[in-house]
Structure formats: C-alpha cells, structure tokens
C-alpha cells in the first residue's frame, strides 16, 4: 500500500511563492499517475495539476509539478500565489490513494 506525506505548507502573502513536496512509501512514482489536487473551505476537492498536463487552468503558467526519481519525490512549484489558492491541498497517486494534506494559505 502506498503512503503519501505532504510538506511545504504555509503562509505566505499574495504574489509570494511556495514549494510543496509530497513523498511515497511503499510505491515508486515513476510507476504512478500522480497528482496534486485541493480544498477550499466550503468547497470540493479540485484537481490542480498531474505530472502529465499543464494544471488547471486556474493555475495554469503559476504552478509546476515535478518528480524527482531519485528521492522519490513530487513537488509541486507554486508562483505568484493568489488569496483564492488558499486550500488545503493533497497529493495523489492513481486517483486512489491520498495523503493527509499540508494547508496553504495566501493573505491579501
């Protein structure tokens, strides 16, 4: 079973800049579809981007995903962050195993 742990959360003010990791035990993610997705307060859980696209399109050219196969690692890279991307957000793997969330929250 696949055990995902986020990190990198914060705050940080609007236009500022944070790196959120997640990393797998019992999986290697080279062998996964892997995403980023998050959750709002009072809102679902939206898909934010996957190893294979661009990101959605509300954080299209701010946000990169990257994977790191030596420390087993996906990052994603969040620039000019946005009150509205203020969420908690959550790794991952083949849209079925998920891990526990780092909060993000961006001040105006």
């Known amino acids: 079973q696949v055990q995902l742990e986020e990190s990198g959360g914060g705050l940080v003010q609007a236009g500022g800049s944070l790196r959120l990791s997640c990393a797998a035990s019992g999986g290697t993610f080279s062998d996964y579809a892997v995403g980023w997705f998050r959750q709002a307060p009072g809102r679902e859980r939206e898909y934010v981007a996957t190893?294979?696209?661009t990101g959605a399109d509300s954080v299209k050219g701010r946000f990169t995903i990257s994977r790191d196969d030596v420390k087993n690692t996906v990052s994603l890279q969040m620039n000019s962050l946005k009150p509205e991307d203020t969420a908690v957000y959550y790794c991952?793997?083949?849209?079925?195993?998920w891990g526990q969330g780092t909060q993000v929250t961006v001040s105006s």
């Open positions: 991952n793997v083949n849209g079925f195993f």
């Open positions: 190893i294979s696209d």
